[in-house]
């Protein structure tokens, strides 16, 4: 049988790296997207199935480039984590800038089009044809947190992608599943461990899951055979407020 391969994006940090961990020790081949190339192979841990593939999201020659050297070296694209992504500072819709839209956007939106698209191509022309593309989305794609309208609108149109991306892979054997994740212990949401704003102006610590709780998620989602899809899941600590959010 022939090694299954999948790459995931924003691999260099957080759920990236810890997903990419898991895949690697569960015996796939994990091609790693970044801006930096230290990085990845930092995140790869020297696993002689780690492939680094140094890429701008944003950037649609840097990403066929990068797929184009997965493809090249694997012959196959299995499943794509498509991760990548960036957040803001909280505050009032009237206090962010139209370069900060923009930036949240590009690389959320378009950045998730431009991995998405790519794998999707090579998924519907290689033998045999198929694939799965995994979004990650946010509990914020559902319930917003106050102070987050770039997020949110970035999260909201994963959502759409998703969809949109499942009907158009049944033609071509490429599956598409979003998963929504919680607070999640990462360098990045660091910050969070202090409190988050609530919907009724408190800051509140909130509950957190360890991130190798997603790792897990999305390794049982890409494992599952392409005829069995998980649609959407969400993972978050048990005690969150999400679900009374508002």
């Known amino acids: 049988m022939r090694d299954r391969t999948i790459i995931v994006t924003g691999a260099s940090g957080g759920i990236g790296r810890a997903t990419a961990r898991a895949f690697l020790a569960a ?27 140094p890429c701008d999201v944003t950037d649609e020659a840097s990403v066929e480039a990068a797929f184009d050297r997965a493809m090249t070296e ?23 800038s ?35 593309i ?16 770039a997020y949110t609108a970035s999260k909201h149109a994963v959502t759409g992608m998703t969809r949109s991306l499942s009907l158009d892979g049944r033609a071509v054997n490429v599956a598409c599943g979003q998963i929504d994740i919680g607070n999640a212990r ?9 409190g988050v704003p609530q919907a009724d102006g408190r800051i509140a610590v ?27 899941m969400t993972v978050m600590a048990t005690a969150m407020p999400y679900i009374g959010r508002g």
Request: proline residues 4%.
């Open 206 to 232: 909130e509950p957190m899951i360890d991130v190798d709780h997603v790792a897990a998620s999305v390794l049982h989602m890409a494992q599952l055979p392409l005829e069995a899809n998980v649609q959407f």
């Open 27 to 53: 015996g796939w081949r994990v091609g790693l997207i970044g801006r930096r190339e230290e990085a990845l192979n930092e995140a790869g841990q020297g696993d002689a199935k780690a492939l680094a593939l």
């Open 186 to 194: 990462t360098d990045m949401a660091a910050s969070q461990a202090k």
């Open 98 to 132: 139209l370069e900060q839209w923009r930036r949240v956007i590009d690389t959320n939106v378009t950045g998730m089009f431009l991995c998405a698209r790519a794998a999707f191509s090579r998924m519907a022309a290689q033998v045999p044809q198929g694939g799965r």
């Open 74 to 96: 694997w012959g196959h694209i299995d499943a794509l984590f498509n991760n990548a992504g960036v957040g803001l500072k909280s505050v009032r819709v009237d206090e962010v």
């Open 134 to 149: 995994i979004n990650n989305g946010s509990i914020s794609a559902q319930v917003p947190r106050p102070g987050s309208i």
